[in-house]
């Protein structure tokens, strides 16, 4: 480590760290980058194909349940004939309790992608998605140590922040 004055140089520790950092987040970064580019037309059909299941359910489920129990968001009953209750991702059975679900889902493997993208609290990978999130911010703060303070380099890049900022408050006033 280089010192100075008996001391560590912090714009040289912050420029090591950044960097070994940065290669450390450049494959989530990659999945991120992917998986958000894809879910931008989550609406769309794009790269997407259908996968039909049979899921067996609790005899007797009505329209708020059934939807609930099959995690179909605006679920909507289409029609009803005896047993059997028409949805438009598939058909219910009230007696045996079958349902056969037809969904639009991503290709393998970016279905994974997708989710891991997705990540939730209650999700076993949260804690990878908790420590990228850390390791990005930590990236973002680094780089205000790459060029000493008052440098010529260092007033670049205040200006390039100034700028940044002022373009995340028109994107999200647009929003």
Known sequence: MKRQNGKVN??????????DI????????????????LLIYRNTDFMKVNRTEEIQLETGLKDRSLGLQLRIRAFDVTREEGSKIFFK???????TG????TRKVYLFPLDKLVNLHKVTGTSKMSI????????????????LFMFKLGSRKSRRGMVMIAISAVLTVVIVMLV
């Open 98 to 101: 079958i349902a056969v679900v």
């Open 10 to 19: 912090i714009y040289y520790l912050m420029r090591v760290l950044h960097r």
């Open 89 to 95: 991702e598939g058909v219910y059975d009230t007696e």
């Open 128 to 143: 990878i998605a908790l420590a990228y999130g850390f390791m990005l911010t930590f990236l973002a703060v680094s780089s």
């Open 22 to 37: 940065g290669f450390l987040t450049i494959g989530l970064t990659l999945v991120y980058a992917l998986s958000g580019m």
